[in-house]
């Protein structure tokens, strides 16, 4: 059985398309403007097509290899929060959202799968990007569905919300459910981050590992003009130091065996990667910081395989 092909804009790290991968969906193009994110794509995967470009720039007449894919996939920019939408920062995001959407004008996929903030599922502050959207997708004989799914019930050790929007055309729409949870218990970080933690030698590594009981909070990748690499907003800091994490700042190592048992610890960049459930051998090109900037804007990977699973599903019926 052939595989299905789908094209990934805005693709940043690659999240979603391991997960796609995972689902049995193979790149036709992987499109994003960032070159530190190109080059760590390329450097996991030389063989996929890795275009780096802006969206708002992508002419489809000049990749027709793109034209009739299975799916049209977008985990892109965030969009400000409903208490922010009206700031004028957040129109970039929206244009982008807005051209992924039109995109589908040329490329024709049988089905589209955008992922983003929660808020865009249901916030009145969105209503009018949704009107957009359904207007466009309804001319071009698409039915879709909204949701917000929980990485956390995939086997995600975050808590991380995810505004969804799949669109098929008509004749595949009704064989398609959004994903049900995979994991019957959220899993912890200290499980995750046990054998990182215990890698130098550092003799704290089971006692923290034992307390650090919970999912972590959502990663944020940070703005890319401003800041440098930290866990998040207060609250999320909060909750960092609960499990005995200092938020404020990433590390350079792990503990080593002269560190003490008690007290904060920072992480390292490519534990983050593994709260995102990225593979171990995944590497992120660039410096510190931008590594986690990547790796803290990715969507997780057995999100997009558990969407990638329910739209091939839909398109197989």
């Not at 903030?117 to 909204?146: A, M, T």
């Amino acid at each position: 059985m052939s595989k299905l092909r789908f094209v990934d804009v805005c693709a940043g790290a690659g999240g979603l398309a391991l997960g796609l991968e995972e689902a049995g969906f193979e790149p036709v193009l992987l499109l994003d403007r960032k070159p530190v994110v190109c080059e760590t794509l390329r450097l996991n995967r030389p063989s996929w097509n890795v275009l780096e470009m802006d969206l708002l720039d992508f002419d489809p007449t000049e990749h027709r290899h793109t034209y009739d894919v299975d799916l049209l996939s977008a985990g892109l920019p965030r969009v400000k929060s409903s208490a922010t939408v009206a700031r004028a920062e957040t129109e970039e995001e929206l244009r982008l959202l807005e051209a992924a959407v039109l995109l589908a004008h040329s490329i024709q996929p049988r089905a589209l799968l955008i992922e983003n903030v929660p808020g865009l599922v249901d916030s009145p502050n969105f209503e009018r990007v949704r009107e957009f959207i359904r207007k466009e997708l309804e001319h071009l004989g698409y039915r879709f569905r909204w949701f917000v799914l929980n990485a956390a019930d995939f086997g995600v050790p975050q808590d991380r919300k995810q505004g969804v929007l799949v669109a098929l055309k008509e004749q595949y729409f009704e064989a398609f459910a959004p994903p049900a949870p995979t994991v019957s218990e959220h899993v912890p970080v200290g499980r995750v981050l046990r054998r990182s933690m215990a890698a130098r030698g550092w003799p704290g590594a089971d006692i923290w590992a034992a307390q650090a009981v919970s999912v972590a909070p959502t990663l944020v990748g940070g703005s890319d003009n401003r800041g440098g690499a930290d866990l998040g907003p207060t609250g999320s800091k909060k909750a960092w130091e609960r499990m005995r994490v200092n938020g404020g700042a990433l590390a350079d190592d792990v503990p080593g065996p002269d560190d003490a048992v008690s007290g904060m610890v920072k992480l390292t960049d490519a534990q983050t990667a593994l709260l995102q459930a990225f593979p171990r051998d995944w590497r992120f090109a660039g410096r510190k910081t931008a590594r986690y900037r990547q790796i803290g804007h990715a969507s997780p990977p057995p999100v997009g395989a558990a969407l990638g699973r329910a739209v091939a599903a839909a398109l197989g019926s």
